[in-house]
Nanobody
Framework: QVQLVESGGGLVQPGGSLRLSCAASGSIFSINAMGWYRQAPGKQRELVATIISTGRTYADSVKGRFTISRDNAKNTVYLQMNSLKPEDTAVYFC??????????????WGQGTQVTVSS
């Protein structure tokens, strides 16, 4: 069994910062990609950022403001969000591609954490 536990969401004023965390635990043989998605009310879920061994990718809307990082020893991925805007308001989900021993890699989702940017 694999579990992803997210934390760090909340209410912040425009221009503020938040840091999201997502810790993976359980029977993990290896972790491939780690990433963050978000879903605003009435909109489809969209990719925010991903991180793999060879680099990072970001959605154009967050480039220069958000930074994704990972701690391999803790099986944790982070999303540092700076200069937040009201349009960043959404539920943020972490997504991790995990391989368990003897199995093919598959992706797992966190439970989601609400980020609200409002004055």
């Amino acid at each position: 069994q694999v579990q992803l536990v997210e934390s760090g969401g909340g209410l912040v004023q425009p221009g503020g910062s938040l840091r999201l965390s997502c810790a993976a635990s359980g029977s993990i043989f290896s972790i491939n990609a780690m990433g963050w998605y978000r879903q605003a009310p009435g909109k489809q879920r969209e990719l925010v950022a991903t991180i793999i061994s060879t680099g990072r990718t970001y959605a154009d809307s967050v480039k220069g403001r958000f930074t994704i990082s990972r701690d391999n020893a803790k099986n944790t991925v982070y999303l540092q969000m700076n200069s937040l805007k009201p349009e960043d308001t959404a539920v943020y989900f972490c997504n991790v591609i995990i391989r368990q021993k003897g199995a093919l890699p598959r992706d797992y989702w966190g439970q989601g954490t609400q980020v609200t940017v409002s004055s």
